[in-house]
Structure formats: structure tokens, C-alpha cells
């Protein structure tokens, strides 16, 4: 079974904020399978279901995002994962990609995200799949790039207009989820990281 996490905060007051990505991904995806993320279970709300011919979890921890590692942790151990490297897809927040953006990758440092830390100190490798979701600020008309505050910007709650930048992300996010499953993560990454032409309807 693989395991697909998405990190935030549990709370409704967290639920739309830019930190929250993770957790949206994962809605997206359980709501695409006709799936309800609300089962307990290693300190996560979890979902079982297919997808792309693959049995996965989905989940959401509670721990919140700083002790996400938890989390992720006790389901890699509850569902007897050897191998975290192939079998672990991880979804969450990016502040260094404009919103609009995503891009997966099949290791990689925390760059600063405290949920990142978390899972790698937890599992005890940096090396897992994961997708990083683009929620900074778009770069100016002249290209230069703005640089979103920390955590007051991640938990104020989006706007719609952002919402609705994202609503599409998440879609292209599945499919990169899918991606991944059936064709590899190489493949994946070949098909989705591939920046979009200027003036193109949001990149990845």
C-alpha cells in the first residue's frame, strides 16, 4: 500500500490558509475517489482507496504541521512500509514557488518548512517523494520576485481569487499523484516540471 500525506493544521480556522496546501491536495484527491479523509489512525485522519490502480492511504495528520513527522511516521510503521523512499508521497506548501506552481521531487531539504523537518527527522532520511505546492507571491510585471512573509502569510486565509488559482492546482496535483504511481517518479517529474510558457494559464 502507499502511503499519500498531505501535511497542515487541523482546525477550520487553518483550513483555506496557504500553509494548508497539503491538506487541500489530499480533499481534492479523497473527493475525486468518492472518499472521506475521517478515520483515525496513527495520529492522522486517514482514507483507504484506489487510485490509479494502486491501493493507498490518504491522510491528514493531527498533530499539527511542526510534529507532522509523527504522523507520518506511526502509518509508515502501522502498514509495514519498508521502503519510505518509493512507497511515501508527501504534499505540502511551498513558499519558495509562485502560487500557480508545483513540482515534484524525489528528495530534497526542508528549505525552512518546519512539517519537512519533521517527516525527514522522523523517518530519518530526506530522501521521499514529495510534491511541493506553490503558494507564494506571483513575480512582479518586470519579473522581480516578491517574497512572502512566514507565518503570518501561511495562515491568513487565501483569497478567493488565490482560492480559485489553486482549486486548479490541486487538480494537476492528482494527476501528478497518479503520475507517479504508475509511471515512476522520473517520469512523473519529466511530465510535470516542465515550466509553462509566459502568458500560459499558471506553470507548474
Not at 502511503?3 to 487541523?10: A, E, K, Q, R
Not at 509523527?70 to 521502503?83: F, G, P
Not at 509553462?196 to 494559464?201: F, K
Request: with cysteine; hydrophobic share 40%.
Amino acid at each position: 500500500m502507499k502511503l499519500i500525506v498531505g501535511l497542515g493544521n487541523p482546525g477550520i480556522e487553518y483550513q483555506f490558509t496557504p500553509h494548508n496546501a497539503g491538506f487541500l491536495a489530499i480533499d481534492r484527491i479523497a473527493d475525486d475517489c468518492g472518499v472521506v479523509v475521517s478515520n483515525r489512525r496513527g495520529k492522522a485522519l486517514t482514507a483507504k482507496t484506489t487510485l490509479a490502480g494502486h491501493e493507498v492511504l490518504l491522510a491528514k495528520p493531527e498533530t499539527f504541521m511542526n510534529l507532522s513527522g509523527l504522523s507520518v511516521a506511526a502509518l509508515v510503521r502501522e502498514l509495514n512500509i519498508e521502503d519510505v523512499t518509493r512507497d511515501v508521497i508527501v504534499l505540502y506548501d511551498e513558499l519558495a514557488f509562485p502560487l500557480g506552481r508545483f513540482r515534484i521531487a524525489e528528495r530534497g531539504s526542508a528549505n525552512g518548512h518546519n512539517g519537512v523537518k519533521s517527516v525527514s527527522a522522523a523517518l530519518a532520511t530526506e530522501e521521499w517523494i514529495r510534491i511541493r505546492i506553490g503558494v507564494g507571491k506571483p513575480p512582479l510585471d518586470d519579473g522581480r520576485e516578491i517574497k512572502a512573509g512566514g507565518r503570518d502569510f501561511l495562515l491568513t486565509p487565501m483569497r478567493k481569487q488565490e482560492l480559485a488559482v489553486l482549486d486548479e492546482v490541486l487538480d494537476r496535483v492528482k494527476l501528478a499523484v497518479e503520475a507517479v504511481l504508475t509511471k515512476g517518479v522520473s517520469a512523473a517529474m519529466n511530465e510535470f516540471n516542465r515550466r509553462e510558457p509566459e502568458g500560459s494559464s499558471g506553470g507548474k
